[in-house]
Each structure stands twice: as C-alpha cells, then as structure tokens.
C-alpha cells in the first residue's frame, strides 16, 4: 500500500528506471552467487558448527522461502531511495534558493544508485579471475576500492569494519553523481550541488555509520 503511494508520486520514467535498478541488482545478484559458488561456501562454512541433516534443512528453508529475497530487493531500494530523497529535500530547502520538486529529486537518488551496482561486478571479476581461493567471509568482507581492503577486515574490531567500507570510492562517485544532477535542477554547478549533499545526505549517513557501529559493539 504505501510502497504503490510512492510510486504513484513519481514520474513514469522515475518508475521505469527504478524498476530497471531492480531487475539489474536481482540478476546481478543471481549472476554473483552462482559464478562464485556461495552455495558451496555456506554448507563449508555450516560443516563446521552443524550436522548434515540440519544444514539439509536450511537449504530447504531457504529454497522454500527464496522468493522472499526477490520481495525484499524492491523494497528495501524503494525505503533507501525514499529516505534519501527526503532528505535531500529538506536540503534543498534549506540550501537552495530553487525549489526542487520531491520525485524530481527521487529520479536523481535512482540514477545515482546504479554505481553501486559496480561493486557487485567487481567482486565477481576479483575473486573469479584474480582471487580464485577464497572463503565466505573473504567475499563478505570484501569492499573493492574502500578503506577496508587497505587495511584488511583480518585483525580489525567488527564494530570498526563498516565505516571502513562506507570509505569507499563508489560512495564518493555517489556523493558527485547526486551533486551533479542537483546542480543541474536548481540551474546552477555541481559545487552548489554538493553543498546540498554534504550537510543533508553526509549527515544522514554519518548517523546511520553511527548507529551500526553502536548496534555492532552492543551485540558482537
């Protein structure tokens, strides 16, 4: 119900382009886990704390129930894609003498989004050509072009582990693409542009780094 009341304030070439970010992100993840054997890593990494019978019935759990993860892919694009927007828009209120309509700036949030797909071939291109073994955490942890991989996820307390990856270039290209495009709506540059993003999205995720780094050293 409210997901068809967010789509129906967007434009139809806004629908068009998130459901083809949709579509990409479920084929991309397809194509990632059956090019990188995670099957096979997962029932590996089970061996060692379950008995066979009981990793049998996980996988039958998890085929029974996989049309789930197809329902949660456009849902959880459409609550992030929300939420940025949203705050963009308070930004522009704020910090931009143009007024910005709210699903022009939802298009913009959707257009951006596509760099992350990047990161998933990445992953596939490093660990099936470069980094052939491998194990489940190593593909987890992996965040190409990101802090983390300098420093290595080996050694380093878990609640540090996100942040590290959030430093990431994927996410800068994000921080211009956004810039850009805003730049572009209010008919100036993308300086101006990025002096949206930074106080309203770059506080946003400062908060959200925040908050998992506090859930993750509450509960690891």
């Given amino acids: 119900m409210i997901k068809s009341k967010i789509l129906k304030q967007t434009s139809p070439n806004n629908r068009s382009l998130f459901l083809l970010l949709v579509i990409a ?28 019978n009981q990793i049998e019935q996980y996988f039958e759990f998890q085929e029974k129930w996989q049309w789930l993860g197809y329902v949660f892919v456009p849902i959880f694009l459409l609550i992030k894609i929300t939420l940025i927007a949203s705050v963009l828009y308070i930004g522009t209120f704020f910090f931009s003498k143009k ?13 951006a989004e596509f760099v992350f797909l990047l990161i998933g071939i990445f ?38 582990i ?20 805003i730049g572009k709506a209010t ?18 995720l400062l908060l959200w780094v925040v908050t998992i780094m506090f859930f993750t050293l509450n509960y690891s």
């Fill in 162 to 181: 996100y942040p590290f990856q959030t430093l990431n270039l994927f996410e800068l290209a994000y921080w211009l693409i956004l810039a850009f495009y």
């Fill in 99 to 111: 007024e910005i309509k709210y699903k022009e700036l939802f298009g913009i949030v959707v257009k």
């Fill in 25 to 52: 992100t479920l084929i991309l993840g397809s194509v990632l886990k059956k090019s990188l054997s995670l099957d096979k890593l997962i029932y590996s990494s089970l061996s060692e704390q379950l008995t066979t």
């Fill in 187 to 204: 008919e100036t540059n993308m300086d101006n542009g990025l002096k949206i993003v930074a106080p309203s999205y770059g506080s946003a």
């Fill in 123 to 160: 992953k596939i291109i490093w660990f099936y050509f470069f980094q052939t073994n491998y194990t489940l955490e190593d593909i987890q942890y992996f965040y190409p072009l990101s802090a983390l991989n300098i420093v290595g996820y080996q050694g380093l307390e878990s609640w540090f």
